[in-house]
């Protein structure tokens, strides 16, 4: 077996495990809903939004934030950017792991709406704090945010793709893009108050587990020497001399 194979395969092992390790934490989060100390930095977040949010500037944000996590949006970005992908890779991979993983997002994330929810108690509790223009039907299953694991879905597994073989600074620069548009979205989603901190948190959570499983199954497969940034200088260098 080669160096390169042996890299590979640690490179998927930790990806795994990453993915594993993100897993949990959402699973923790999920089980300690309902904790003090969950609710207890819910309502430290939720204040400081509140002590330094503009309510002329709320209704344009509201618009924005409403637009930009509608499904179809998503969805239609997701199968964009996933089929331009794939056609400059040469790869259909490139178009399964972008649609996939924001597929996977949005069934996991309704499903964990559906199994998780706040008590009364919990809502009681958060309502100590300045929350007194919500309904509790708004925060009772509101966990995880589908608009922070559709951004951390669609942006992570693009940066991916485009990463691949690339460069290390390279790579760093495109996933931090990736990660700036996700805590956008996520900012939006407090500022707003259409979630909770602990509900943006789970999304991310969860966006960030899909991720690393599609990054393992793109890193699974044997990479051409087109696909790396080698291949693409001398594909350049060719056009030119031709």
Same mark, same amino acid.
């Given at each position: 077996?080669?160096?390169?194979?042996?890299?590979?395969?640690?490179?998927?092992?930790?990806?795994?495990?990453?993915?594993?390790?993100?897993?949990?934490?959402?699973?923790?989060?999920?089980?300690?809903?309902?904790?003090?100390?969950?609710?207890?930095?819910?309502?430290?977040?939720?204040?400081?939004?509140?002590? @330094?949010?503009?309510?002329?500037?709320?209704?344009?944000?509201?618009?924005?934030?409403?637009?930009?996590?509608?499904?179809? @949006?998503?969805?239609?970005?997701?199968?964009?950017?996933?089929?331009?992908?794939?056609?400059?890779?040469?790869?259909?991979?490139?178009?399964?792991?972008?649609?996939?993983?924001?597929?996977?997002?949005?069934?996991?994330?309704?499903?964990?709406?559906?199994?998780?929810?706040?008590?009364?108690?919990?809502?009681?509790?958060?309502?100590?704090?300045?929350?007194?223009?919500?309904?509790?039907?708004?925060?009772?299953?509101?966990?995880?945010?589908? @608009?922070?694991?559709?951004?951390?879905?669609?942006?992570?597994?693009?940066?991916?793709?485009?990463?691949?073989?690339?460069? @290390?600074?390279?790579?760093?620069?495109? &996933?931090?893009?990736?990660?700036?548009?996700?805590?956008?979205?996520?900012?939006?989603?407090?500022?707003?108050?259409?979630?909770?901190?602990?509900?943006?948190?789970?999304?991310?959570?969860?966006?960030?587990?899909?991720?690393?499983?599609?990054?393992?199954?793109?890193?699974?497969?044997?990479?051409?020497?087109?696909?790396?940034?080698?291949?693409?200088?001398?594909?350049?260098?060719? &056009?030119?001399?031709?």
């Amino acid at each position: 077996m080669s160096d390169i194979d042996i890299t590979s395969r640690r490179q998927r092992f930790a990806l795994v495990l990453l993915a594993a390790g993100l897993f949990g934490a959402l699973a923790y989060m999920a089980a300690e809903i309902n904790s003090w100390w969950m609710t207890a930095l819910d309502t430290s977040v939720w204040n400081w939004f509140d002590a @330094h949010r503009s309510h002329n500037r709320r209704g344009d944000s509201t618009g924005i934030f409403d637009y930009i996590g509608q499904p179809i @949006h998503v969805a239609v970005a997701g199968l964009v950017s996933g089929t331009l992908l794939a056609v400059n890779a040469r790869s259909i991979m490139r178009l399964v792991a972008v649609t996939g993983s924001v597929g996977a997002g949005a069934v996991l994330e309704q499903a964990l709406k559906h199994i998780v929810e706040r008590t009364p108690e919990n809502l009681a509790q958060l309502r100590d704090g300045s929350m007194l223009d919500w309904s509790d039907l708004d925060y009772m299953n509101s966990f995880p945010s589908g @608009h922070v694991t559709g951004a951390a879905t669609l942006f992570g597994t693009i940066a991916v793709c485009v990463g691949v073989g690339r460069k @290390h600074a390279a790579k760093a620069v495109i &996933s931090s893009v990736a990660a700036i548009g996700v805590l956008a979205v996520a900012w939006l989603a407090l500022y707003v108050r259409a979630h909770i901190f602990t509900d943006v948190i789970g999304g991310m959570l969860l966006g960030g587990a899909l991720v690393a499983l599609s990054a393992a199954a793109i890193t699974s497969r044997p990479q051409r020497r087109d696909d790396t940034e080698d291949g693409r200088q001398v594909r350049r260098t060719r &056009s030119r001399t031709v």
